[in-house]
């Protein structure tokens, strides 16, 4: 009886690590995939909030994202991304993330602003495209791949907005916030993502 629960301890271990595994190498694949540069719709905004305490809203139409392998094969690694406004003050605004693929789900930490960290669990990835659905908000995102990753070299830059110069502001005092011309600073109150609607 002893060996016999030995021999099914073994044969559990041996079937637990061939299913770690089959998800390592699985999420490898999907990492090397992800790795490289994608544009699309991400479902970015901001709310913007002046002087005068009024708020306003403004949504990205278009992302830029690049994400960088720690190493050749590796499953994480760091990137960046550059959302663009047709509206409001910011013309863009860009971060620097970390970046994993666990478990066949897609993590994404931004270093600057927490409330951005999401989880990407349900999704569909060729060499061509990106489509999945935010955990948190259960909203949806397609991006299209524009480069792979061995074909271009790492973005450099550090961490900030692009003001406008036709918004009427004369400085930028800050990340976040922006001092107009008598001195009142106005401020990022929130960024988030919204439900992208699909034209039919």
Known sequence: ??????????????CACIFSSCVDMEDTNQS???????????GMYYTYVDARGREYTFD????????????????????????????????????YFTWSVRNGSIYIYYDYDHDLDTRISNYHMTNDYLSGTFAATNTSFRLYKMVDYYSWTPYVNTYGYGSRYDWGYSTRSAVGEVADST???????????RAILSEK
């Open 183 to 193: 001195g009142i600073k106005d401020h990022v109150l929130a960024r988030g993502r």
């Open 32 to 42: 090397m995939v992800l790795s490289g540069e994608w544009r699309g719709d991400f």
């Open 60 to 95: 990205s139409y278009d992302s830029y994202i690049r994400f960088i392998p720690d190493h050749s094969y590796a499953n994480y690694g760091t990137g960046t991304q550059v959302d663009y406004y047709e509206y409001g003050p910011y013309e863009y605004q860009y971060y």
């Open 1 to 14: 009886m002893k060996r016999h629960y030995s021999f099914l301890s073994a044969m559990l271990i041996a």
